[in-house]
């Protein structure tokens, strides 16, 4: 199993653009979280999802917003990048525990 | 948001001590887990604890789950060099999907 994989690893923006976080588990676990993670602070939960077709929102959803249209994929899409987004942001999922990926790093000037 | 307190928030000891460090909230929860992540990584699962009062061990790790289900403690014993990284408490509110992470506690092992 290769487990939780995210793309990209590294990700510059400019303000105002908008770009995709992916996330994808072969573990065949309903529940998947993405989270950011800001310098020296622990992880903030952005949005949830119990299973495909359900989602719903964490601790600071806005600016952001996922699909989950399998199983497997949990995509993270931010609109209107700003520079408060910058941070990094892990994807994660579960059954009886939770196993994270190795974060996207993003920047936006 | 809610958060959970987690001490201390840095440590640095000497290879081969003993170190302890907790967490609290005013929130209860039904599972504690105990994550450590290394620069640049995600955070990787040490222990998972399920029941109130449960002690689990991990190799040189150990962990409770406090009696009052809001807050946690773990302990690492005869600390060597590769202990060093951040260890984050995590604990998933009652009736909810959700989980709360800690600070996170900054560990330094001095050979």
């Known amino acids: 199993n290769a487990g939780v994989t995210q793309t990209p690893k590294f990700r510059i923006l400019k303000i105002g653009q908008s770009m995709t976080l992916q996330c994808t588990q072969d573990m065949n676990h309903n529940y998947m979280y993405w989270y950011r993670q800001d310098p020296g602070m622990g992880l903030k939960l952005i949005y949830y999802?119990?299973?495909?077709?359900?989602?719903d929102k964490g601790e600071v959803p806005n600016g952001y917003n996922v699909s989950r249209s399998t199983t497997e994929d949990f995509p993270l899409r931010l609109e209107l990048a700003a520079p408060s987004q910058t941070s990094v942001y892990f994807c994660a999922s579960r059954d009886n525990e939770q196993f994270f990926g190795p974060g996207t790093r993003l920047t936006v000037l | 948001g809610q958060q959970l307190n987690q001490s201390p928030q840095s440590m640095f000891i000497q290879e081969g001590e003993d170190v302890s460090m907790n967490c609290t909230s005013s929130?209860?929860?039904?599972?504690w887990l105990w994550y450590k992540q290394d620069p640049g990584e995600g955070p990787v699962l040490l222990i998972a604890l399920y029941k109130a009062g449960e002690l689990t061990s991990n190799g040189r790790l150990t962990a409770q789950f406090g009696i009052t289900r809001k807050d946690s403690f773990l302990n690492i014993s005869a600390s060597i060099p590769s202990d060093v990284g951040i260890y984050f408490c995590?604990?998933?509110?009652?009736?909810?999907?959700?989980?709360?992470f800690g600070t996170g506690t900054r560990l330094k092992v001095l050979a």
């Open positions: 999802s119990v299973g495909a077709g359900i989602t």
């Open positions: 929130s209860i929860f039904n599972t």
């Open positions: 995590a604990g998933q509110l009652t009736g909810t999907y959700k989980y709360i």
